[in-house]
């Protein structure tokens, strides 16, 4: 899969979530520093239909503790349905984790190509 990196010096990959209403597709952040599977905001979960399943709780890198609900999301990755879990969020944008690059190779350029391949 290929991507971007954005001004704001983002890695980004355009990914589609499916859920039981609806799909859509997004540019989604790559965020080494989550070590889950995919965080989306209440917007995206709610337009897709998705239904909490639970709640979890994360650390953020402030040292801040957040208790989230967690929903159950397909996303299309390399071509293939996966279902995984995703977090609620207050942020605007999706961040894939790792847990969801587990097993893949992830080149960021930050150089004039500012390009992103998983693979």
Do not use: Y
């Not at 520093?33 to 979890?56: D, E």
């Not at 609900?69 to 279902?83: A, C, L, M, S, Y």
Request: charged letters at 20%; a neutral charge.
């Amino acid at each position: 899969m290929t991507g971007q990196v954005d001004f704001l010096n983002r890695a980004l990959l355009t990914v589609t979530f499916r859920g039981p209403h609806r799909h859509e597709t997004v540019d989604a952040v790559i965020d080494t520093g989550f070590n889950g599977f995919v965080s989306l905001s209440r917007g995206l979960a709610v337009r897709l239909g998705l239904k909490p399943q639970g709640l979890t709780t994360a650390q953020h890198a402030d040292g801040r503790i957040h208790t989230m609900d967690t929903f159950i999301v397909e996303v299309n990755w390399f071509g293939r349905p996966q279902k995984c879990v995703a977090v609620d969020s207050d942020l605007p944008t999706c961040l894939l984790g790792t847990a969801l690059l587990d097993g893949r190779v992830l080149e960021v350029d930050f150089g004039p190509a500012k390009s992103v391949q998983v693979r």
